[in-house]
């Protein structure tokens, strides 16, 4: 009889299963008691970002927020990298790109920033990509919206092991795809039950902002999320079916085998009383070209939001109302570099304005400020060469991933918060563990990390190990 991994190790009891899995995890200082970190939230830059623009900035300083214009590693140039070289071709046709001005000190002077990181194993896919970095587990999902981690996702240990609310643990990301796999495992004792509220921003809802100003219509989200049908006006009753698209879209009636997310009444009321609140709130819509400015420049004049703006501004509305202990998100417009390496890097400028963007906020809101550790990191890199497709006139053609060449593997993180070394910048080698053969940090350390400083470091190796894969290892170099 073949007997599970996780079976096996569950029927040791808690002490033979600790000496178990001992080589597998090195622990080299206890946290969680100490720290001042009681909030996480990780920061999964995808798309696909290569240090070599990134930290080399080979073609200029995309991320000046993140990096300053400084590069961080060597090979690709020296002193002051300039702004981003976009082909005149491509910069004569986009409409122009709407950024804050960068801050006076990158990020990374104020928090610490491993350069040499590895995505040391799996296929570098968004889903999978993404997926390590809500569990902490390198993985071989396949892209599918019903694909299941083996391996409890942080939202569900999070819940689990301090019995919070659905409204305690977030995942947002981009509207489409398969990430609502994300908020929740197929783990034995985890699952829905467990799972991270789930919220995936639509774009701007423009007529709901008539109904909110004029008064016609009260929002209703408690009778199948419509909106009453009296007086009857095409505008309204447009804006009433996509405030229901926006509800069904991050509530859906998946069959009782099929749930990601469940919840109990409280929670979901007040999720739904959230969504409502900011679609009947009009400064919804000014927001973007008044306070966040950043997107692109529409035709009018105004800002239009990018899908990474929007999701960063969700993110700080429900860091505001419900402060979280754990949020992830995931921004996704650098993804563009299959088929244009300059919107590649505009992508890169967008996120690091998000980026900063949030952070800002985090540090100007009381409860936050003080009690919030951030963790910014590619999900992975793309190839070392082009695939070929619409090369601009500096010959730079579009760029793919998923070979796991050293661009596709080779990532950095930034972290932030409390509990980090302000001012580090290193590259460690030499890092031993069994089962690792890169010889550094990897991606599955920055979740470890951040878990081991909100408290579940112990549970999070317990159940990596029990679900068969090697847990990571707690980043001392960034830490106080």
């Not at 009260?218 to 996509?242: H, K, Q, Y």
């Not at 409280?266 to 306070?291: C, S």
Request: with cysteine; net charge negative.
């Amino acid at each position: 009889m073949t007997l599970s991994r996780r079976k096996f190790l569950g029927g040791l009891g808690a002490a033979t299963a600790a000496a178990a899995i001992a080589p597998l995890v090195r622990t080299r200082r206890a946290w969680g008691g100490g720290n001042a970190t009681r909030r996480i939230v990780i920061v999964g830059i995808g798309g696909g970002l290569r240090t070599r623009e990134a930290l080399g900035m080979a073609e200029g300083a995309t991320m000046p927020n993140l990096f300053g214009r400084v590069p961080l590693i060597g090979g690709f140039g020296s002193g002051d990298a300039g702004d981003p070289v976009i082909a005149p071709e491509y910069a004569a046709a986009a409409p122009a790109l709407v950024l804050p001005p960068p801050r006076a000190t990158p990020l990374h002077a104020d928090g610490a920033l491993v350069t040499n990181l590895r995505y040391a194993e799996g296929p570098p896919g968004h889903l999978q990509g993404h997926a390590c970095l809500v569990s902490g587990a390198y993985n071989q999902l396949e892209n599918r919206a019903d694909a299941r981690l083996p391996v409890p996702t942080i939202f569900e240990l999070h819940r689990k092991a301090a019995g919070a609310p659905a409204t305690d643990a977030w995942y947002l990301n981009v509207p489409g795809g398969f990430y609502r796999a994300l908020s929740s495992s197929g783990a034995p004792g985890y699952g829905p039950t467990y799972a991270g509220a789930y919220l995936s921003p639509p774009a701007l809802l423009s007529p709901l902002v008539s109904i909110a100003a004029t008064g016609v219509r009260d929002l209703d989200v408690s009778n199948g999320f419509t909106l009453p049908t009296i007086p009857r006006d095409p505008a309204e009753d447009a804006a009433a079916r996509g405030l229901t698209a926006v509800l069904d879209g991050n509530f859906p009636r998946y069959p009782a085998d099929g749930v990601t997310v469940r919840a109990d009444e409280a929670d979901v009321a007040a999720i739904h009383d959230h969504l409502a609140e900011i679609f009947a709130d009009p400064t919804y819509q000014a927001f973007f070209p008044d306070a966040f400015g950043i997107g692109v420049r529409a035709d009018d004049g105004g800002v239009d939001a990018t899908a990474d703006a929007l999701t960063v501004f969700h993110a700080e509305r429900v860091l505001a109302k419900f402060q979280p202990s754990v949020l992830a998100l995931t921004l996704l417009d650098i993804d563009a570099c299959h088929d244009s390496f300059n919107g590649y890097l505009r992508g890169q400028q967008i996120a690091d304005a998000c980026v900063a963007h949030l952070w800002r906020f985090i540090q100007s809101t009381d409860g936050l400020r003080d009690e919030t550790t951030m963790i910014v990191l590619p999900e992975h890199g793309r190839h070392l060469f082009g695939n070929g497709q619409h090369p601009d006139s500096y010959g730079r053609s579009g760029i793919d991933h998923g070979q796991g060449d050293d661009g596709d593997r080779d990532v950095w993180m930034l972290a932030l918060g409390p509990d980090v070394a302000a001012g580090t910048v290193v590259a460690p080698t030499g890092v031993t563990q069994s089962g690792r053969s890169s010889g550094r940090y990897e991606t599955i350390d920055a979740v470890m990390t951040a878990m081991t400083l909100l408290g579940h470091g112990d549970v999070m190796a317990s159940e990596l190990a029990l679900g068969g894969a090697r847990p990571g290892l707690v980043i001392e170099e960034v830490l106080r």
